[in-house]
């Protein structure tokens, strides 16, 4: 079956910096959603892309659709003390389907 | 309701009992999802509905786990003769929109239910 894999699994930063995550899958997607999903919560859908090499801005985020379709990458900028969580990123089974793949999660952890 | 509403939050129970596991999703949104997630790992897709038909419980796990949604609103997951390896979060989504159709992907997940199956 499809697997997504996630690099890396954990990171410790400081408040302010940049981060940078992503995401590979064995086989190709024709969405990339990513999810964050704080502590005793549900996942919340942050960004979703839908064609490959696309690059989508929300506020801070910034989230690109690789060009072979089996990647995507997600971007943070200015880290924020709420922006702890982990990052899933996911994908339907197929297009338009909502029946979705989900990553193996990068862990943010910000050190004060 | 605002959100999707999982009950109950937390279930103990002992090996061999039976759990009902009940998801009411937003108001109007057309799919379900369930789905499971262990700690520190991705959610696991199990089954989907679309209004009140099971579209899909490919992600069953066995024979034990069971999925219903009869009136396309509510849905009770149910788990018969628990064993510890169902020990786990279950998580509910829910979706404006059904498969078939360009979607956003978006998924609305619950709170989850804890099972801990002792």
């Known amino acids: 079956g499809q697997q997504l894999n996630q690099s890396p699994q954990s990171m410790f930063i400081q408040e302010g910096e940049d981060v940078s995550m992503n995401c590979t899958s064995s086989?190709?997607?024709?969405?990339w959603l990513w999810y964050k999903q704080d502590p005793g919560e549900g996942p919340v859908l942050l960004i979703a892309?839908?064609?490959?090499?696309e690059l989508t801005s929300n506020g801070r985020l910034t989230a690109q659709f690789g060009i072979t379709r089996k990647d995507s990458f997600l971007n943070i900028s200015a880290s924020i003390p709420s922006d702890v969580g982990i990052y899933f990123c996911?994908?339907?089974?197929?297009?338009?389907?909502?029946?979705?793949?989900f990553g193996t999660g990068t862990r943010l952890t910000i050190i004060p | 309701g605002a959100g999707v509403s999982q009950s109950p939050r937390y279930k103990v129970t002992k090996r061999g009992q039976d759990v009902a596991l009940r998801c009411d999703p937003i108001?109007?949104?057309?799919?379900l999802y369930w789905y499971r997630q262990a700690l520190g790992q991705g959610p696991e897709f199990l089954t989907y509905?679309?209004?009140?038909?099971?579209?899909?419980k490919s992600g069953l796990p066995n024979d034990r786990f069971s999925a219903e949604r009869p009136e396309g609103s509510i849905s009770t997951l149910t788990i018969q003769r628990t064993e510890q390896r169902d020990s786990a979060m279950y998580r509910c989504?829910?979706?404006?929109?059904?498969?078939?159709?360009?979607?956003?992907?978006?998924?609305?997940f619950g709170e989850g239910s804890r099972l801990t199956v002792l």
């Open positions: 989504a829910s979706s404006p929109s059904w498969s078939g159709r360009v979607s956003t992907g978006e998924l609305f």
């Open positions: 086989s190709i997607f024709n969405t």
């Open positions: 892309l839908y064609k490959a090499g």
């Open positions: 996911a994908g339907p089974y197929y297009f338009g389907n909502e029946k979705l793949t």
């Open positions: 108001s109007g949104h057309v799919s």
């Open positions: 509905f679309n209004y009140e038909a099971q579209q899909d």
